[in-house]
């Protein structure tokens, strides 16, 4: 879905093309977030994870707007078919794209919180391993909307199982660290947490790549077996 059709307004295509922009734009912003969370994680990088949580307020910010323009644009000039699915697909994106920025502020909140408590780094590594897993999930969503590829987002969404299975074990891990040692509850409640907001970032990743599908083929595989496709 290279071009997103013919229409009688020449202005009404550069509207929608620059939705899909600001959304990207939105989206790099996000994957920046996460990264940076995830280092001041592994870095204990106050400074860094400061600065995530300060710059929350211009995700909030692009999606106020993208919305915005999305909603003039369902009034003004009444999408139908592949130009409709494309207005509510960004409407969803951008959404689940400011609750990923929401997950990142936390994770970035429990890196500070973690250094503070002097943390036993080993312990990170579980959680490590499922941000990067998730933020390579994030890149290939976005990837994928922005060439609208679904072959794309069908292998990314797929990948969200090895998502929920990292979470899994570092919740069984967990468990283990606070049963022999009770010292370490409070720190090892703020790793079970941040694993949450990850695995939470790997579904809204899925969700973008369903929402990709959608859009090109004009089929909502929302809770249904990829493997049908």
């Known amino acids: 879905m ?40 592994s870095d204990q990088n106050a400074e860094l994870a400061e600065i995530v949580t300060s ?9 106020v707007d993208i919305d915005e323009q999305c909603t003039q644009i369902l009034a003004r000039r009444q999408p139908t078919a592949s130009d409709l699915r494309l207005v509510v697909a960004v409407i969803k994106t951008i959404t689940d794209l400011e609750r990923i920025g929401d997950e990142s502020e936390r994770v970035a909140r429990m890196s500070l919180q973690f250094a503070e408590t002097h943390g036993d780094k080993k312990k990170l590594m579980g959680i490590l391993t499922l941000g990067e897993h ?39 891990e967990s468990m283990t660290y606070m049963m022999e040692d009770p010292r370490t509850i409070p720190t090892i409640l703020n790793i079970m947490w941040s694993a949450r907001s990850l695995e939470r970032i790997g579904d809204r990743a899925k969700n973008i790549c369903e929402y990709v599908i959608y859009l090109v083929k004009g089929k909502d595989v929302r809770h249904t077996h990829y493997g049908d496709e």
């Not at 710059?55 to 999606?63: C, G, H, I």
């Not at 890149?139 to 969200?160: E, I, P, W, Y």
């Open 2 to 41: 290279d071009k997103l059709g013919s229409h009688i307004s020449h202005q009404f295509e550069e509207e929608l093309q620059d939705i899909r922009t600001q959304v990207m734009a939105m989206g790099g912003l996000v994957e920046k977030q996460l990264a940076d969370a995830l280092i001041s994680l």
């Open 55 to 63: 710059s929350d307020y211009k995700v909030n910010a692009m999606e």
């Open 134 to 172: 998730v933020r390579t999930m994030l890149h290939g969503a976005l990837d994928a909307f922005a060439r609208m590829d679904t072959d794309a987002a069908l292998s990314v969404a797929q990948a969200d199982s090895k998502a929920d299975q990292e979470y899994e074990r570092i919740l069984r």
